[in-house]
């Protein structure tokens, strides 16, 4: 491990839990890498551009069936003015009114406005002035608070975006492109109210621009949840930070994957950093630590041969276009033996991670098992999902699983689907499913 942090900011570490150890020609090499930052927490100390500065925009769905129930609506006022309190002085904001179009409603004319305690003000009571009516279209509400962002000399650029319906007013391609071209611009956390929007756009939007999804199945909790993200969101100081993977020539990458605070496949979103180099956003950061999976295959060599099978750097750009800051550094070996015992052993870390992504996807499978009609497909997925939870230790999946199926043996994987099942307890199982716990190191 290396660490590589300027000293008036958070302090970055990279570390490494892997077996390094093959058998002779053996391939697939695992390790897990947790990135670990610490000793932020000012508004002024930050390895980014612009210090600790913020700009954030709430984008709030107005739709017409946020008025029914019409406490969404109100809900959502709600949130937002709490959001708005927990603003710092000197952070940047807007609120966004979504519907088929997208609209600002505080402070207009196509800027940010600086929070003080008068624009605070300012911005609740333009919220008193929002109703519901109109469809649903998130691209275009994503695409001008991009905008609104782009302006901003701020660290850290980010969205909170809460909706209650399907994106039914433009098409998924519209969406997707929308996301592609807000990614990097800024990162965002999504919310679902109530129990009629589509689980995968709101996890959609929130992978794809590294935030947050959840379900907040009654609008009375929207203003404590509102709090709680602007909270994060006011603790980042490090922006647009990327895990750097190197790899000697010969070596394959099969996947780059977070797997905690939650499972989200990183391999797709490569972008190349010179010869056999790529970078991996990870966001965003504030005192916290993440575990990342990295999975390489290298050539097969012999016996009592050693090779660096990778090096993982964490990097930020510079705003001038120079080269990037190396904020931390870790490696990944590989070394061939003839001893069984040694080279046949899981790491603690890889094994527990490994289950994780497979109790994610084992969830998936099982709700879409259930929704097409297939039972027996849907009780052996879930099944399996209960004894992976119950076997890593995740009682907070475990404890949502029982709401879906009735537990026989947790430790064999026997369940019954049940025959009724609430709508927002299928909702909040899928939502949360990429959830996992941190295995003890």
Same mark, same amino acid.
């Given at each position: ?7 008036? &900011? ?6 490494? %839990? ?19 930052? *610490?000793? @932020? ?33 109100? &809900? ?7 959001? /708005? ?13 979504? *519907? ?5 409603? %505080? ?28 469809? *649903?279209? /998130? ?23 809460? *909706?209650? @319906? ?27 109210? @109530? ?19 959840? /379900?907040?199945?009654?609008?009375? @909790? ?47 979103? =490569? ?11 990870? &966001? ?131 369940? =019954? ?25």
């Amino acid at each position: 491990m290396a660490n590589f942090s300027k000293p008036t &900011g958070p302090q970055f570490s990279v570390d490494v %839990y892997q077996n390094e150890f093959l058998p002779e020609g053996g391939r697939d090499v695992n390790a897990i890498v947790t990135v670990t930052a *610490t000793g @932020g927490g000012t508004a002024a100390a930050s390895v980014s551009p612009g210090g600790g500065s913020a700009a954030v925009v709430l984008m709030l769905d107005c739709s017409g069936s946020m008025d029914y129930p019409a406490t969404k609506m109100r &809900g959502a006022r709600e949130a937002a003015a709490a959001a /708005i309190d927990t603003l710092r002085d000197g952070t940047s904001f807007a609120v966004v009114a979504g *519907t088929h179009v997208a609209r600002e409603v %505080y402070p207009r004319g196509r800027r940010l406005a600086v929070a003080d305690s008068r624009t605070r003000a300012e911005a609740k009571e333009a919220l008193r002035g929002l109703s519901a009516g109109g469809g *649903t279209a /998130i691209g275009t509400w994503l695409r001008l608070a991009a905008g609104l962002l782009d302006s901003a000399d701020a660290a850290i650029k980010h969205g909170i975006l809460l *909706t209650d @319906g399907r994106n039914e007013h433009e098409s998924p391609e519209d969406l997707r492109d929308a996301l592609e071209a807000c990614a990097g611009r800024l990162t965002c956390d999504a919310r679902g109210v @109530g129990t009629d929007w589509e689980v995968k756009e709101v996890t959609g939007v929130a992978s794809a621009l590294l935030g947050t999804a959840d /379900i907040v199945a009654d609008p009375a @909790g929207l203003a404590a949840d509102f709090t709680a993200l602007m909270e994060r969101a006011m603790a980042k100081e490090v922006a647009d930070v990327a895990l750097r993977l190197w790899t000697p020539v010969g070596v394959e990458i099969g996947f780059v994957k977070q797997v905690a605070p939650a499972v989200d496949d990183l391999s797709g979103r =490569r972008t190349e950093a010179g010869p056999r180099a790529g970078d991996y956003p990870t &966001g965003s950061w504030g005192d916290e630590s993440r575990d990342y999976h990295v999975s390489v295959r290298v050539p097969e060599a012999a016996v009592g041969r050693e090779m660096l099978a990778a090096r993982v750097s964490l990097i930020v750009p510079d705003p001038a276009g120079g080269a990037p800051t190396t904020l931390s550094q870790g490696l990944v070996r590989a070394v061939w033996t003839d001893d069984m015992a040694m080279s046949t052993s899981i790491n603690p870390q890889v094994a527990h991670y490994t289950g994780q992504a497979e109790l994610a996807d084992a969830i998936q499978e099982g709700l879409d098992a259930r929704k097409s009609g297939d039972r027996d497909g849907a009780t052996a997925k879930l099944g399996r999902a209960v004894q992976l939870a119950t076997a890593f230790g995740n009682a907070d999946t475990a404890k949502l699983l029982s709401k879906v199926v009735d537990v026989v043996d947790a430790a064999t994987g026997t369940v =019954r689907l049940k025959a009724k099942v609430a709508e927002a307890d299928e909702m909040t199982l899928e939502t949360r499913s990429t959830k996992t716990v941190r295995v003890k190191k």
